[in-house]
């Protein structure tokens, strides 16, 4: 066969190139471990598990892709001196084609098949028994998050006790959902009618963002929520207030401002506590000022993203199952200070 030697440097040239590039990328990867949410920066055990494994399989795939491409230039060199001396091909090809392509092989995925389980079987044990029950169901596009020892519903976001394993269960109320925290755990489906279970733990205190990683619909790019991990105190000072009824309004244009609320469709879709609200459709709004976000990690909670949200939620979120309400200037601004009051 005629061959064009011309071509032969190039596509050596082409393959350490591709290596060159595979190991930048992954000096790139390293890099963005400092980048919140990471999986690669584990703040919990079951994440810290999960990371081992991600390193152990990236290690694994590097050295047997420098082998590879090893091989690879040996044959390219080795095929051309063959060709110039015309010697006949080596006979014990066959015996490293069953040893690199089929022994080899095995033996690697046979690892990576039995560290997959043990640390699966690992993430799976209990705890603890007398541990922070928390639910969360998925709806389309936020979270429902109850506390069903502590009498406390709220929204989109989960505090937990710092240092302490967490017992949630996962449920969704339309589609199925999935909960990711990257920097606290893998990944777990929320299907409606059946409840997933497993453990968050985080070491360290702060706010890991978590996302939902399962296509749900037109806004699931934005339904996200934040776990707040805190020093068992503030937890517990934070599920106390939170068991609080909404604090009555003292003012003229807050109290004007929840006649509002209790007057409109808001009433359909949210619930206050300790009012005539009792919509269960959209997020509880009893503690709602208490929140860091507003549409499901979409904004930042403050008073122009609220205003915004109530008179164009489609702006911010579009596709999402809130109406635009409409009513006279005034009304609103008495609205907006009644729902900052509800801390
Ligand atoms: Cu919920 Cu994607």
């Known amino acids: 066969m005629n061959t064009n030697t011309g071509s032969k440097p190039s596509l050596a040239y082409s393959s350490f190139r591709r ?8 000096l790139l990867l390293t890099g963005c471990t400092t980048d919140s949410p990471s ?7 079951a994440a810290t598990r999960i990371a081992e494994l991600w390193w152990i399989i990236f290690g694994l795939a590097t050295v047997i892709y420098i082998a590879v491409m090893a091989f690879l230039a040996i044959a390219l060199f080795r095929r051309r001196r063959a060709q110039s001396e015309e010697q006949p091909l080596a006979q014990n090809g066959t015996r490293l084609i069953v040893l690199a392509g089929i022994v080899g092989p095995a033996i690697v995925l046979i690892v990576i098949f039995a560290l997959s389980i043990r640390i699966m079987a690992a993430l799976t044990i209990p705890a603890n028994a007398d541990a922070v029950t928390v639910r969360v169901t998925g709806h389309q596009w ?13 929204a989109n976001e989960i505090h937990i006790p710092v240092g302490q394993p967490v ?17 606290l755990h893998g ?13 968050i733990q985080a070491d360290r205190a702060g706010e890991y963002r978590g996302e939902c990683a399962e296509f749900c619909g037109t806004q699931h790019g934005k339904m996200a929520f934040i776990v707040v991990a805190e ?3 503030q937890y517990a000072t934070w599920l106390a207030q939170q068991r609080q009824p909404a604090p009555k309004p003292v003012i003229a244009q807050t109290q004007y401002g929840q006649q509002v609320f209790l007057g409109s469709a808001c009433v359909y879709c949210h619930a206050v506590g300790g009012t005539n609200a009792t919509g269960k459709v959209g997020p509880d709004l009893t503690h709602l000022a208490s929140r860091l976000t507003l549409g499901a990690g979409t904004v930042e909670n403050n008073l122009g993203n609220l205003g915004g949200w109530v008179v164009n939620p489609h702006y911010i979120k579009p596709g999402n199952l809130m ?7 005034d009304d609103l601004q008495a609205l907006l200070a009644y729902l900052q009051t509800l801390e």
Not at 39 to 45: A, C, K, S, T
Not at 142 to 154: G, K
């Open 19 to 26: 290596l060159a590039v595979s190991l930048a990328t992954a």
């Open 39 to 45: 999986m690669l920066d584990p703040q919990g055990p």
């Open 142 to 154: 936020w979270w429902e998050v109850a506390y069903p020892d502590e009498a406390v519903l709220t």
């Open 167 to 183: 017992l949630v269960h996962l449920d969704a109320a339309d589609v199925v959902h999935n909960f990711w925290i990257p920097e």
């Open 187 to 199: 990944k777990m489906d929320m299907i409606p009618g059946q409840t997933n279970t497993f453990w």
């Open 231 to 233: 020093p068992a105190e």
């Open 323 to 329: 109406p635009a309400v409409n009513m006279p200037g």
